[in-house]
């Protein structure tokens, strides 16, 4: 490149697609693709100007491809770009799982190119201001070591984030505690609507705040993280389980208070 900076191809400018530009446009020359391109004024807004508007096939021709996508349309695109995909690129997902997406690419990417999972532990809402000293889970499933020491240095070194090093499986397995678990009860106490009262407590102004967690997200992303994640829907079932075990204990004491 005539800057020097290497290409960086970003196929899906949904709301963490154009998170990534606002970053990471200082380092790279960043080509952007998505079946339906943002407006100017929505990328404006985001922060997110920063970038060659541009085909399928110059995105993924790029040094580094970033597959930013709902999981359910994962394969679709891969395939579609795959054929494009220069020998000795890296090809990095950034879904909120890993098992399935890896899987996928696995499959269809090209043996050429280099994999590597990366899920971002934070998105838009929680990196609006600043993602300095925020954790990256990586799972290097296809990349040499000396490659992915470059990769590290530059998310520790230049974004300023806290690598953790795993596996699909595992990061699957801690997923469903951590993220589908938090989603999963935060998307329902936002549609029991806590409003805002005089009398709240700080244990209410906990839940609202923990209810708001979901406020940004999409749909797609909320199908990612419960139905891509292999261990969620296990834990989600024990949870609604135990919350109805409290209902019915509560149900027997009114019965019994009456009786």
């Known amino acids: 490149m005539a800057d020097g900076k290497k290409s960086l191809g970003i196929i899906g400018l949904g709301a963490f697609g154009r998170f990534m530009v606002k970053h990471l446009s200082p380092?790279?020359?960043?080509?952007?693709?998505?079946?339906?391109?943002?407006?100017?004024?929505?990328?404006?807004?985001?922060?997110?100007?920063?970038?060659?508007?541009?085909?399928?096939?110059?995105?993924?021709?790029?040094?580094?491809?970033?597959?930013?996508?709902?999981?359910?349309s994962l394969e679709d695109a891969a395939v579609l770009a795959a054929p494009h995909i220069r020998a000795g690129a890296l090809v990095v997902d950034v879904t909120s799982v890993k098992v399935r997406p890896l899987e996928i690419l696995g499959r269809v990417i090209p043996e050429h190119a280099e994999l590597l999972g990366c899920?971002?532990?934070?998105?838009?809402?929680?990196?609006?201001?600043?993602?300095?000293?925020?954790?990256?889970?990586?799972?290097?499933?296809?990349?040499?070591?000396?490659?992915?020491y470059k990769v590290c240095d530059f998310l520790t070194d230049s974004l300023r984030l806290l690598v953790l090093k795993t596996d699909p499986d595992t990061h699957d397995r801690e997923m469903a505690k951590v993220q589908a678990m938090t989603h999963f009860m935060s998307?329902?106490?936002?549609?029991?609507?806590?409003e805002p009262s005089t009398?709240?407590?700080?244990?209410?102004?906990?839940?609202?705040?923990?209810?708001?967690?979901?406020?940004?997200?999409?749909?797609?992303?909320?199908?990612?993280?419960?139905?891509?994640?292999?261990?969620?829907?296990?834990?989600?079932?024990?949870?609604?389980?135990?919350?109805?075990?409290?209902?019915?204990?509560?149900?027997?004491?009114?019965?019994?208070?009456?009786?």
């Open 27 to 72: 380092y790279y020359r960043l080509v952007g693709y998505d079946n339906a391109m943002p407006s100017p004024d929505l990328l404006a807004r985001d922060g997110a100007e920063a970038f060659e508007p541009g085909s399928l096939a110059a995105a993924a021709s790029c040094d580094i491809v970033v597959f930013a996508v709902p999981l359910e």
């Open 187 to 194: 998307r329902a106490l936002r549609e029991i609507g806590l």
């Open 119 to 148: 899920h971002p532990l934070f998105g838009p809402q929680s990196g609006k201001n600043g993602i300095a000293s925020l954790r990256v889970a990586l799972c290097p499933v296809r990349i040499g070591r000396e490659r992915y």
């Open 199 to 259: 009398m709240a407590t700080r244990a209410y102004e906990k839940l609202q705040e923990f209810a708001s967690i979901v406020l940004s997200d999409s749909w797609d992303l909320f199908l990612t993280i419960e139905n891509g994640n292999p261990h969620a829907e296990d834990l989600r079932k024990r949870l609604v389980g135990e919350l109805q075990k409290l209902e019915d204990k509560l149900e027997a004491s009114a019965v019994e208070r009456v009786g």
